[in-house]
């Protein structure tokens, strides 16, 4: 089946979590992304958490389908190992703070100037300028810097830290991967690359809409947990069932709400729904989901259109018949690992091959850059690879 991305070549400078999730799409879509680490400790995603021959689990799902190579930037050999590469790449992404890679003379000019053609993307906290550029940051500033986390909670709760990496995985690697494939395009067919500036605190703050439209309406977004869809209103919301588990009600629309109240033999509410937003309302569903379990409530909303859907553990999430149909887990490396959350008509998705273990394909990486065996042998007894 054809590989979308096949015949790209992308070289992969980041670490941890954004830039590699980033290029683990490129990959599975069938690029030859090559992931570069410096000679010393490498990404420190290999050391976090246990996994199979002391490499983590985490590294080895976002790094599979990928090539290895180690590096070293310092020395002025390994630059120009960089430039040598970079002459024959597509894309190369990196996550460094924004200068680093230009005080080592491998900065977007640098090699731009051996490849005019080369997307070069840049995945930073809050971008190459401003007077934030150079702060360090992780997620949880990403979202509280954007406006996020101020809004993310319980009515009356302090803000809550979301379970997912908002801005490591839509702002370091989805936005990434949608700039670089449309510098990619116009590459492709202008011969013109770029410089593609990701912050991730703006990539957070670009999808924060709602409270953008409420400032311009006057007055701003209501408190934490009493807007529409953050909890405020009675038929969208979280609520526990007798034996401490949750549902989730998204009954926004009116057809929902009377399929819901239906269901839930309560249709004396389907009168109520302009009343959404009472304290009053959501106390009754909140003593009505309490009088029943998570499994029976599930199973009196199953064949219900109406967006009633039980709050699933992450196990019982991985073995729910929807993801099993979508094939969304597969076996590799020793471990389950999550497939690509999309579909393209003519391709199959397979893991080709394991993350790599530091440096494990310098040898046919560098042969293909034109490096004599001669020279690849210097190369490693100079520590450069």
């Known amino acids: 089946m054809s590989r979308p991305l096949a015949g790209v070549r992308v070289l992969d400078l980041s670490r941890l979590l954004p830039g590699p999730v980033a290029t683990l799409h490129l990959a599975d879509l069938g690029a030859d992304v090559v992931k570069i680490e410096d000679t010393g400790a490498g990404d420190y995603a290999r050391t ?3 996994g199979p021959d002391g490499t983590s689990r985490f590294f080895r799902a976002v790094n599979r389908n990928k090539r ?9 050999a ?11 790449a597509d894309i190369l992404v990196e996550s460094f703070r924004p200068g680093v890679m ?5 900065g977007y000019a640098a090699l731009a100037a051996v490849n005019p053609r080369l997307v070069y993307c840049a995945i930073t906290g809050y971008g190459q300028d401003g007077p934030w550029a150079l702060r360090a940051g992780h997620d949880l500033n990403y979202i509280a810097q954007a406006g996020v986390l101020e809004q993310t909670g319980t009515a009356g709760g302090p803000p809550a830290i979301p379970a997912l990496q908002i801005g490591d995985l839509l702002g370091g690697a989805m936005s990434a991967v949608a700039a670089i494939l449309a510098a990619l395009h116009r590459a492709r067919t202008s011969g013109e690359g770029g410089f593609v500036d990701v912050a991730m605190a703006e990539s957070v703050l670009a999808h924060n809409l709602f409270p953008l439209f409420a400032l311009q ?3 701003g977004p209501p408190p934490r947990g009493s807007d529409l869809l953050t909890g405020g209103h009675a038929n969208y919301g979280v609520y526990r069932t007798a034996d401490d588990r949750y549902m989730a009600v998204g009954a926004l629309e009116e057809k929902f709400w009377q399929l819901f109240c239906d269901a839930a033999g309560r249709p004396e509410l389907k009168a109520r729904y302009a009343e959404s937003a009472s304290p009053a309302l959501r106390r009754e569903l909140e003593t009505l989901f309490a009088g029943r379990t998570q499994a029976e409530w599930t199973a009196l909303f199953d064949g219900v259109d109406c967006c009633v859907t039980p709050v699933l553990t992450p196990a019982e999430a991985l073995a729910h018949p929807q993801a099993q149909a979508r094939r969304m887990t597969v076996a590799a490396d020793g471990m389950t690992q999550y497939a690509p959350p999309f579909r393209i ?4 998705f397979a893991v080709e091959r394991a993350a790599p273990s530091p440096g ?3 040898g046919e990486i560098l042969a293909e850059a034109g490096y004599s065996p001669a020279e690849i042998d210097e190369l490693r007894l100079s520590r450069i690879v």
């Open 217 to 219: 309406a006057g007055g």
């Open 345 to 348: 008509s003519g391709w199959d």
């Open 48 to 50: 976090m958490g246990d």
């Open 78 to 88: 390994g630059r120009e190992v960089l430039l040598r590469l970079a002459a024959g």
């Open 68 to 76: 290895g190579l180690s590096l070293d930037l310092k020395q002025a």
């Open 360 to 362: 494990e394909h310098a």
């Open 102 to 106: 230009d005080r080592l003379g491998v």
